[in-house]
Antibody, heavy 122, light 107 residues
Framework: QVQLVESGGGVVQPGRSLRLSCAAS????????MHWVRQAPGKGLEWVAVISYDGSNKYYADSVKGRFTISRDNSKNTLYLQMNSLRAEDTAVYYC???????????????WGQGTMVTVSS | AIRITQSPSSLSASTGDRVTITCRAS??????LAWYQQKPGKAPKLLIYAASTLQSGVPSRFSGSGSGTDFTLTISCLQSEDFATYYC?????????FGQGTKVEIK
């Protein structure tokens, strides 16, 4: 069964750090670009970051650049998002999602995880 | 960044109605546009990619059209399970951007 399962969310104080994980199964994780997308409560979808299939290319939204780091461990079929210097405006459900086509990052997202909630509050 | 303007932000419709949602990109994106459906508390689901290609398993009452800057999602005969929020997304260039969403509600 093809699936992505996020974990690592929770409540964190402003300025602190959190690392999200996304475990992949049922497909060849190491062949696909992977994204993080977030959704603030009651708001729309916001793309956060992408990493190429081999980890050689990474891009970030301006809103998180310099604070968040995307990475992957293809031996563990796992995607990560290290979030530092967290702000109240980072409060959201964070989804990981896979590109449709092998080796491509400019692509639609056909597999999504169920999301993990991150709340930044003192 | 490419801005995506989606309209309307919400609409009320009845089962059996034909529904149209539009997205306009601030610059040409060829056919690099996807449509997603999201239900409350759930992850988005890919409906259409490459502007008009139906994702496997998606009912044929969903269709997409357009290229360049103007795109349309049409639901030909609205079913009860179609009441949800719909988003368009461009994947032509970094950063990937989404429309603001259209909430389809029961009239």
């Amino acid at each position: 069964q093809v699936q992505l399962v996020e974990s690592g969310g929770g409540v964190v104080q402003p300025g602190r750090s959190l690392r999200l994980s996304c475990a992949a199964s049922g497909f060849t994780f190491s062949s696909y670009g992977m994204h993080w997308v977030r959704q603030a409560p009651g708001k729309g979808l916001e793309w956060v970051a992408v990493i190429s299939y081999d980890g050689s290319n990474k891009y970030y939204a301006d809103s998180v650049k310099g604070r968040f780091t995307i990475s992957r461990d293809n031996s563990k079929n796992t995607l990560y998002l290290q979030m530092n210097s967290l702000r109240a405006e980072d409060t959201a459900v964070y989804y990981c999602a896979s590109s449709m086509v092998r080796g491509v990052i400019y692509d639609a997202f056909d597999i999504w995880g169920q999301g993990t909630m991150v709340t930044v509050s003192s | 960044a490419i801005r995506i303007t989606q309209s309307p932000s919400s609409l009320s419709a009845s089962t059996g109605d034909r529904v149209t949602i539009t997205c306009r990109a601030s610059q040409g994106i060829s056919s690099y546009l996807a449509w997603y459906q999201q239900k409350p508390g759930k992850a988005p689901k890919l409906l259409i990619y490459a502007a008009s290609t139906l994702q496997s398993g998606v009912p044929s009452r969903f269709s997409g059209s357009g290229s360049g800057t103007d795109f349309t999602l049409t639901i030909s005969c609205l079913q009860s399970e179609d009441f949800a929020t719909y988003y368009c997304q461009q994947y032509y260039s970094y950063p990937w951007t989404f429309g603001q969403g259209t909430k389809v509600e029961i009239k």
